[in-house]
């Protein structure tokens, strides 16, 4: 529900927005790091997870691999941007946030909690892409690209949706117009929870109108006006809930639809 608590926080939550812009500033970009540094250690392979220990939240491993980028064969509910379909391949895998972000973790690390929807368990909503990059930054990892986000959603998967709706995903239909604590809804092939529905996710991206013509470790364009989410949330109708879909709000922008999840080093 929809609390008072959560509207009084906004002057803390000002403070710590400036905050998160002037690290931001400092800290070089991210996106040098997609896809280009080789993991420590033994390899690790699929089914393997870990706990990060800055946030406690757990972690699983992608690996590398290869999928069709874009509006999935037979899915007639795209937009343009989510055109054309292509081949793209990741060339090393990643550890993924095995569900969103929860309030108690972002509370814990940032020291205050925006939310609408108020629940430890439930994913952190109402957060802006400059606090879920200084959220990501501060656990020693970094927001997913769009093409990481997708390859990890469709788990192999060549169809809009990766199971059944109501068995995967909080959304208009099933939601009672609130988010629901993660991890409640069937995972997929890679055991990530609420890839669809729950809240949208920020990713690192810069959203173009014209899908990215990458075909080997996509990071999109350098700038942009907005950044790119996916995933569909709570209060979205079910044709929004597909893993090509594609939306942008602008760094700042924040609404109670919208969370995210990280990568983890």
């Excluded at 803390?12 to 080789?38: K, N």
């Excluded at 995967?168 to 092939?189: E, G, L, R």
């Amino acid at each position: 529900m929809f609390t008072l608590s959560a509207i009084n926080r906004r002057g803390v939550r000002r403070s710590a927005v400036i905050a998160c812009l002037a690290i931001a500033a400092a800290v070089p970009s991210g996106v040098v790091a997609f896809q280009q540094s080789g993991p420590s250690g033994p390899a690790p392979k699929p089914g393997d997870s870990k706990v990060n220990p800055v946030d406690g939240l757990r972690y699983l491993w992608i690996p590398p691999g290869q999928f069709q980028k874009g509006c999935s064969t037979g899915d007639f509910e795209c937009f343009p941007d989510e055109n054309p379909q292509r081949k793209v391949t990741l060339t090393r895998g990643f550890w993924l946030g095995q569900t969103e972000v929860t309030q108690a973790a972002f509370e814990k690390l940032m020291g205050y909690n925006p939310s609408v929807f108020e629940g430890a368990s439930l994913p952190v909503d109402s957060v802006s892409w400059v606090e879920a990059d200084a959220y990501c930054g501060a656990i020693g990892g970094r927001l997913p690209s769009d093409a990481e986000w997708e390859y990890a959603a469709r788990a192999g998967a060549s169809t809009a949706r990766y199971g059944n709706l109501d068995d995967i995903a909080w959304y208009w239909d099933n939601s009672n117009f609130t988010t629901h604590p993660v991890a409640q809804k069937k995972p997929n092939a890679f055991g990530l929870y609420d890839m669809l529905g729950n809240v949208v996710e920020w990713t690192y991206t810069w959203y173009w109108v014209q899908l990215n013509q990458e075909n080997i470790n996509p990071t999109g364009p350098s700038t942009a006006e907005y950044k790119e989410l996916r995933g569909g949330g709570w209060w979205d109708e079910e044709s929004l809930i597909r893993v090509s879909y594609r939306r942008h709000f602008e760094t700042t922008d924040e609404d109670y639809n919208i969370g995210f999840r990280c990568v983890s080093n």
